[in-house]
């Protein structure tokens, strides 16, 4: 497959709102990861040269820059790519330093996404971010000087009211950075994470659905009017700056994934590697598959997550032939919530809002399909 991601799960803590698969360690055992991703890509057996290559977390820039070369150079030299390889790697600010951010590059990433999330110091203490914003800042020269240029960056909206978030503001300084694309998301509440703990206890209150719809409004205006382009729900890009990897998942394009948590599909079967990084690594070094599960996707199930990532983007969903206009199509259309255009479907921002709700209505017995 053409398209690899790489699951580095480690963490120097875990934020309040985050439930991802991940290890909280003070060291890194670097040696271990790697050897693990090896042996996990040779039980994968042949591998098609590469169009991208990512590199998400957990905090994959806690990973120490040697072992991110070695990663790279066993990668590489597994099967030489006749291609230009789009090659991201996951950075917390507080990691990029002059020498990381060179060997990086010298490594052959070409592309990283910083976890920045708010230029608001209040906000990054309350979310258990390790950086505060002056560091986010410093991490984007520092990559500038590196020589990167294709840098994103990450920002969370509708955080609770009372931390009296100012998202203009942030919006202003993330686009003052110039970077090539940024990936917006709306704060969810999601089990057994510190935030659901405080909001259990009435500590904190839980994010509303109007904050949320007015931030997402306001980012497609202040974005759209410096010169990005919504080309997926949450993804914004300039010319030419698309993310080549999500872009892979987004067309339901075949990937592979190693390493703890990783998902991989080949278009019918999704799989899912153990998320535990003790569980994953004693899986792999006993010689067994890490691969704790997997589904094979029905007919319905493959028709719904067409619906799904074809209405994420901004190229939208091909209207088949066969489709009859239904009573439900015309009304979504009728509220402004999709758009009919070149037989294809697409979301307005205003649908986009609503995809959930949209993909349901269109997969149900009165939708398109
Ligand atoms: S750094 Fe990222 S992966 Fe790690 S705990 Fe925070 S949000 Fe989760």
């Not at 991703?37 to 905090?59: F, V």
């Not at 790519?81 to 917390?92: F, Q």
């Not at 990783?262 to 994953?280: C, I, K, M, P």
Request: charged share 25%; net charge negative; with cysteine.
């Amino acid at each position: 497959m053409a398209h690899l991601y790489l699951h580095i799960p480690f963490c120097a803590r875990r934020c309040a709102y985050c439930d991802f698969s991940i290890a909280v360690r003070r060291r890194i055992p670097a040696g271990q990861y790697v050897e693990a991703i090896r042996t996990e890509l040779e039980m994968l057996g042949p591998a098609e040269p590469l169009e991208t290559l990512y590199l998400g977390g957990g905090t994959p820039s806690r990973l120490p820059a040697d072992a991110v070369t070695t990663l790279l150079q066993y990668v590489f030299n597994r099967t030489p790519s006749p291609y230009e390889v789009e090659v991201t790697l996951e950075a917390n600010p507080e990691d990029v330093t002059p020498d990381n951010a060179a060997a990086w590059l010298r490594a052959g990433v070409n592309r990283v996404s910083l976890g920045t999330q708010s230029f608001d110091d209040r906000v990054l203490q309350w979310m258990h971010r390790v950086h505060d914003a002056a560091r986010a800042r410093d991490a984007v020269r520092t990559l500038r000087a590196a020589g990167f240029a294709n840098v994103s960056l990450d920002l969370i909206f509708a955080v609770p009211a009372e931390l009296e978030r100012h998202w203009a503001h942030d919006l202003d300084e993330a686009v003052a950075l110039a970077p090539e694309h940024l990936s917006l998301y709306g704060l969810t509440v999601e089990p057994r994470t510190p935030l659901a703990r405080w909001i259990a206890r009435g500590a904190t209150a839980a994010p509303s659905d109007e904050r949320y719809a007015d931030e997402y409004l306001l980012a497609h205006e202040r974005l759209s009017a410096a010169g990005y382009a919504f080309y997926e729900v949450s993804n914004a890009a300039r010319d030419g700056r698309r993310s080549r990897h999500n872009s892979a998942y987004w067309t339901g394009r075949p990937y592979a994934g190693a390493g703890p948590a990783a998902h991989s599909f080949d278009g019918r079967v999704r799989r899912w590697n153990l998320s535990a990084w003790e569980a994953y690594h004693r899986a792999i070094i006993q010689g067994r598959s890490p691969v704790e599960s997997e589904e094979v996707l029905s007919v319905e199930q493959q028709e719904m997550e067409r619906v799904y990532l074809g209405l994420r983007t901004s190229d939208g969903l091909p209207l088949r032939g066969t489709h009859h206009r239904s009573p439900l199509l015309s009304a979504l259309l009728g509220k402004g919530w999709l758009v009919e255009q070149g037989g294809r479907l697409r979301c307005t921002v205003e649908g986009w809002l609503r995809l959930d709700a949209l993909v349901s209505a269109l997969t149900g017995p009165a939708g398109t399909s």
